[in-house]
């Protein structure tokens, strides 16, 4: 498999209708295949992911997404995501349908995608109302009559990861906070992984974990593509921008300007970098 | 003695209540402030576990998000979040969640998904996350919620995790203690009087007969608290 750009892979990957997970728990969340998406107009995507962080925020508020999978919808740290609150409280762009999970299920639905089993088993989802209003079922010990919950398995369309480096023939290595990008990508019937940088060799680094070239569907090279989200070994999480986005994206009007101008008026996430660089220079 | 913030006495009094050794899920905010300031006075041991996958995580400035590069970058071991839920959470080898909400009822059941109807709702909040399994796979569940009759409410919008195991809710007013089932005002902060921590509960307020009230921070911890900085606050 070859390294191709994150554009094409966009194109011939992912469809208007797609379940679609883009995963990174804090850290490496793919932003410029978010962004790419956005750009390439995706529309009634269901779109899957434990903490929906800023990228499905500007998905949701462009009108890419029908409906949304996810167990925790803040700004981390900061507050709301007034986009995914938009949608849910006026239905502005649109109308979204939610599935909503616990932390604990959602991670249990992704393993057991991975592993191609039809649903995951916890201790978990005991009392309170979410129950009620989600996907689980109660099912009972075979051995022991205990009663466990069951989520079903997430089996996306397409899983989209963000990773540090890949070898030029597409193994990808990853290290730092992995969250659960390993069982997206094994979970998803496609995948893409856009990485900082292609080596000639993956050293071997603590606590990294490969990804083969031959589980994985695309490999595209995007140097600052977890922006603001960050690559461990290679940058930071821009702290400020998050901080900064509860204003930005608090109005329909700022939101859609900042989008409009940084997202739809560039082509890359090198394009974007630079529009963020200029932004900042007249501040 | 110097003077110190509400938030200060909260962070302060949950953070007392650590002890060294304790292994601890910790959120972000007050939570993260209580249980680095243990970690930095009486409860060296204390392990922290953010629920990125962070274990024995030793920040120098608090992070502002669970996912901090300097949380893996100084923990023990970092492991996928899977593996954190299944076999670290459930697994039942940790000690104390904290959490908090923007609803707590008589019975320290939380609210953390809407305001209003979940179909319709006025305000959307970000939802359950961990809390659902933290508050029933820990020992023991310490709450930390400032006061107020909108956030302790006699009737909560939403069910998002269960108060079985919640053995202290701390606020800026004082602290709660579960008393034959129902939360009930052991401790009041220096200052704050039974009445004002009726008037901030929104049903009928049970008070302990040995009614208490909480040491003030002592200028040790206001300043290893002020030495704390947040990520990104700047």
């Not at chain 1, 461990?232 to 204003?247: C, K, P, T």
């Amino acid at each position: 498999m070859a390294v191709v750009p994150l554009c094409c892979a966009v194109r011939d990957l992912v469809h208007d209708g797609d379940v679609v997970a883009l995963e990174g728990f804090t850290h490496l969340i793919p932003y410029a295949a978010g962004h790419e998406l956005i750009r390439q107009g995706r529309r009634d995507l269901t779109l899957v992911r434990m903490t929906p962080d800023l990228v499905y925020d500007q998905l949701i508020g462009m009108g890419c997404a029908r409906k949304l999978v996810f167990s925790w919808g803040g700004n981390p740290g900061v507050g709301s995501l007034h986009r995914l609150r938009d949608a849910v409280e006026h239905g502005w762009p649109s109308q979204l349908e939610l599935e909503e999970h616990s932390h604990a299920g959602m991670a249990a639905a992704y393993a057991a995608g991975a592993a191609n089993l039809p649903f995951g088993v916890l201790r978990g989802y005991r009392g309170g109302d979410l129950p009620g209003r989600t996907r689980v079922a109660a099912i009972a010990c075979p051995f022991t009559g205990e009663a466990l919950a069951a989520v079903p398995a997430h089996r996306p369309d397409v899983g989209i990861v963000h990773a540090q480096r890949a070898d030029r023939d597409g193994n990808v290595q990853l290290w730092g906070i992995l969250g659960v990008q390993k069982e997206t990508v094994l979970a998803s019937a496609r995948s893409i992984v856009t990485v900082e940088e292609v080596v000639d060799e993956l050293t071997p680094m603590p606590g990294a974990t490969v990804l083969p070239a031959w589980v994985v569907g695309a490999v595209c090279v995007a140097p600052g593509g977890a922006h603001p989200s960050y690559a461990h070994g290679y940058y930071d999480r821009d702290n400020d921008f998050y901080v900064a986005w509860d204003e930005i994206s608090r109005e329909r009007e700022s939101f859609r300007a900042w989008m409009e101008r940084h997202v739809l008026g560039t082509t890359d996430v090198t394009e974007y970098h630079a529009s963020l660089a200029r932004a900042r220079e007249r501040a | 003695m110097s003077e110190w913030t509400a938030d200060e006495m909260m962070a302060v009094e949950a953070s007392r209540r650590l002890r060294d050794g304790s292994v601890c899920f910790v959120g972000i905010g007050l939570p993260s402030l209580a249980a680095n300031l243990a970690r930095r006075t009486h409860a060296p041991g204390c392990v922290l576990i953010y629920e990125s996958g962070t274990i024995g995580a030793k920040p120098t400035e608090l992070p502002l998000s669970i996912g901090d590069g300097e949380l893996a970058e100084t923990a023990d071991s970092v492991v996928p979040v899977p593996e954190m839920f299944a076999y670290w959470l459930q697994g039942g080898r940790i000690d104390v969640g904290f959490l908090g909400a923007a609803q707590i009822d008589r019975f320290g059941r939380l609210n953390s998904t809407v305001i209003g109807d979940y179909d319709h709702p006025r305000v959307r909040l970000p939802g359950g996350g961990g809390a659902p399994e933290i508050a029933l796979g820990v020992r023991d569940v310490f709450v930390m919620l400032r006061q107020s009759p909108r956030t302790f409410v006699e009737q909560l919008d939403f069910v998002t995790s269960l108060g079985d195991r919640v053995r202290v809710v701390v606020t800026d007013l004082g602290m709660l203690e579960p008393r034959d089932g129902e939360l009930t005002l052991t401790r009041l902060h220096p200052g704050v009087t039974v009445e004002e921590a009726q008037e901030a509960t929104g049903w009928d307020l049970r008070v302990a007969d040995d009614l208490g009230e909480s040491e003030p921070p002592t200028d040790a911890e206001l300043e290893v608290l002020r030495s704390l900085r947040t990520k990104g606050s700047s």
